[in-house]
């Protein structure tokens, strides 16, 4: 369980004034230990300040004076060292120069083990007796324990299924068995038991397995780390370090304290906020006598592996096969430019703080493992210079009796920052004026504001929430914005609840709930929808009908409390939907509109609400049918002066109609008649196979009835077209009536 430094203070935070506002000058104490705390070890930078911020990281500072060439270190967890890469700053006030910074980092264990000659356990993961003699398969050892002993190479291990008795029951259980080849050639298995003892013969083996074994005992004690700085100058000067950290995220909690009862008044009191904060110090050094900032804001961070070595993937090129060279020949080429022979070689750029150029693959030639040189300038938002950020400029060093710089002017000098800095006006902090005391893994729950604030008691529904709930509706008068947490009421020293707020604002005004109202009851009684046609317009032949649909509702608000009540009824924010009724709402938020009515002792209140929402409908007059029109207008109540424009259109529909019925028609006995003419060719045909004297008869008389369907045809096809030409003089008039009319009538 985790031990918390929690204040004196707490104990008595419900007493009249328990702690000084922040506001005022009168210092408040929250260190946890009562003795001074001891002071830092020789060579080590203090944290100084720390600030913690909501999106769960932590901006530390450590300071301290250094005299001449001086080294520094850091402690932090294994855990910050990605943090600490990414962001450490690091800056002289007094004219010093940072010439180095690195920490004891380590080669991953899995790139270690592959320095093994046998694979085992490449991955660091667990290793079984049977995973480690399958590795050593052909190394010589000594098996005694088992008979006589025996001398020789282990060839194979296997499992073997043995039989158990135990009683009258007989388990099948597996047992590991050693296949060994002596060096008199004889091959032997010996089964693996307690009594048997198997021993390396090879120093060299044995030596490797050892080294194992310290890999993975190292790689568990890899749990902290140490940055050391070198600062170098002459005199007494301020040092600076920074770096962000990732942090457990601060919690808020509030008091809100009454010294009324809730049954006295409904009007708005004077009530005491009071605010703490719970801290946990998670990082591998002891925050003593630092200044805290809780900073409510989330600035975008993330992780980087930069402590991990980063190894690139190299493509893997085959031998060259030696080849039968022929001759050959090559073209002449054109010098473009040449190099002077006496020319001086091409020089690395220089690194703020060294002497020479970097050599080798990294800062000072160091590759990974041991301790690892950073090297160059240590600037904001990582460790540039070397590693392929901006080459540092050249910076003089100030004699011992100068002045101190300014501060934008010794970080330029320190360090020659690549980044540029940015305001940020989005953020509120709570900045504790008394320095804090928490030890690592320790927390500690410290206050940060009291104020007052103007509060007023409500009741509170909702048709999300049936049951009626106590609130306050308060307006944060104080100058500082409230964060995201829990609260607690106070009601003359006794408990009245407990409820969640979000962030508030200075001036901003809040609902907070905090208990259930068991005497305010409220109900529906009464919901209805209907829709009216409010306005058709024609332009263009599209028919635009404008539909207001209603939605009404009636809640019933009943006070069985012997005392008044001020309740607030919450109503469902609908896109598109306005409030068409009295009383309005008093407020609005995204998701919900709230009235407020006054409830008598055993009084019921009817509260009224009505919606309205426009709706839009659009018909092309061409591809509607009468019926459909005369529907629409009906259901529209549509005026006679509406329809008598309209009637032109009618008739030219109708119209159209009625020859589109003809044409049908006359098309329909034309078809007729052709599938009838198609039968008599079929009969003639078939008269071919009778006998002559049978079949001239039938002859003429289907050639007959073929030349009386010739003329019956022909007089068909000129009715069709002349009603074709009907139609297509119809349809021009139905669209010149359609074009031409023009319609905007409320209704």
Not at 342 to 365: K, L
Request: aromatic share 6%.
């Amino acid at each position: 369980m985790r031990n918390s430094a929690i204040p004196a203070l707490l104990c008595c935070s419900l007493l009249p004034n328990p702690i000084v506002p922040q506001s005022q000058t009168k210092p408040h104490s929250t260190i946890a230990a009562s003795k001074l705390p001891p002071a830092p070890k020789a060579g080590e930078l203090p944290i100084t300040r720390v600030s913690l911020y909501k999106n769960g990281v932590g901006f530390f500072e450590h300071s301290g004076r250094v005299t001449g060439d001086q080294t520094v270190s850091i402690a932090f967890t294994t855990a910050q060292l990605n943090d600490v890469l990414q962001s450490l700053t690091a800056i002289d006030r007094n004219g010093g120069r940072i010439s180095g910074a690195g920490y004891n980092s380590t080669t991953p264990l899995d790139q270690q083990l592959k320095s093994l000659p046998f694979a085992l356990g490449s991955d660091g993961s667990p290793v079984t007796a049977a995973d480690l003699y399958s590795a050593i398969r052909g190394a010589r050892i000594e098996i005694t324990g088992a008979g006589p002993s025996l001398t020789g190479r282990l060839l194979d291990i296997e499992m073997r299924d043995t039989s158990q008795h135990t009683g009258d029951t007989t388990n099948i259980v597996q047992r590991p068995f050693l296949t060994v080849v002596s060096d008199s050639a004889a091959v032997r298995t010996f089964e693996l038991t307690g009594a048997t003892q198997v021993r390396l013969l090879d120093t060299t083996l044995h030596t490797d397995i050892g080294r194992y074994l310290e890999l993975l005992d190292a790689n568990r004690n890899q749990g902290l780390r140490r940055l050391t700085l070198t600062d170098t100058g002459s005199g007494t000067r301020d040092l600076q370090v920074s770096y962000l950290s990732e942090v457990p995220i601060w919690k808020s909690t509030y008091r809100i304290l009454f010294t009324g009862s809730p049954t006295q008044s409904t009007a708005t009191q004077t009530a005491t906020l009071q605010g703490w904060s719970v801290v946990d110090n998670t990082t591998g050094s002891d925050w003593i006598n630092v200044q805290l900032s809780l900073i409510a804001g989330a600035p975008q961070s993330f992780l980087q592996p930069l402590s991990v070595p980063y190894y690139g993937r190299r493509t893997e090129v085959p031998l060259p096969q030696e080849a039968q060279l022929t001759p050959q020949t090559h073209g002449s080429g054109t010098t473009i430019a040449m190099l002077k022979e006496d020319a001086a070689p091409p020089q690395m750029a220089g690194i703020a703080g060294m002497t020479g150029p970097a050599t080798g693959p990294g800062p000072g030639g160091n590759y990974g493992g041991g301790n690892r040189s950073i090297g160059g300038s240590v600037v904001h938002g990582g460790v540039k210079g070397a590693l392929g950020g901006p080459i540092a400029k050249n910076i003089l060093m100030l004699p011992e009796s100068a002045p101190p710089i300014p501060f934008e002017t010794s970080a330029a000098d320190s360090i020659a920052p690549a980044t540029t800095t940015h305001a940020f006006d989005d953020y509120f902090a709570y900045n504790l004026t008394q320095p804090v005391t928490i030890r690592r893994n320790q927390s500690a729950l410290v206050p940060i504001l009291q104020t007052k604030i103007d509060a007023e008691r409500l009741t509170l529904w909702s048709p999300r929430q049936p049951q009626a709930l106590r609130a306050l509706s308060i307006t944060n008068t104080s100058n500082l914005t409230l964060d995201r947490g829990s609260f607690t009421i106070v009601e003359d020293g006794s408990f009245g609840g407990e409820g969640l707020l979000d962030p508030i604002h200075p001036g901003e005004r809040r609902l907070l709930s905090y208990a259930a109202d068991q005497a305010v009851r409220v109900t529906t009684d009464y919901s209805h929808n209907t829709q009216r046609v409010q306005r058709i317009t024609i332009s263009k032949g599209i028919l635009k009908q404008t539909t207001a649909e209603i939605a009404e509702v009636e809640y019933l608000v009943h006070n069985a409390a012997p005392e008044p009540r001020t309740v607030v009824v919450e109503h469902p924010v609908r896109p598109g939907w306005t409030i068409d009724s009295d009383p309005k709402p008093f407020e609005s938020t995204p998701t919900e509109h709230r009235f407020r009515l006054a409830a008598q002792p055993g009084e019921t209140v009817r509260l009224h609400i009505g919606e309205r929402h426009p709706l839009s409908q659009s018909y092309y007059l061409t591809n509607t049918s009468d019926e459909q029109l005369a529907l629409l207008l009906r259901n529209a109540n549509a005026t006679p002066a509406i329809l008598q424009q309209l009637e032109p259109v009618f008739q030219a529909k109708r119209a159209l109609v009625g020859l589109d019925q003809q044409i049908t028609a006359k098309q329909q006995a034309l078809d007729d008649l052709v599938k009838d003419q198609s039968r008599l060719r079929d009969n003639l045909t078939a008269l071919k196979s009778t006998a002559a004297s049978e079949a001239r008869p039938l002859a003429r008389r289907y050639t007959a009835e073929l030349l009386q369907q010739e003329d019956t045809l022909a007089a068909l096809r000129k009715d069709l077209d002349a009603l074709q030409q009907q139609r297509h003089a119809a349809q021009q008039q139905l669209s010149t009536a359609i074009d031409t009319l023009t319609l905007d009538e409320p209704l």
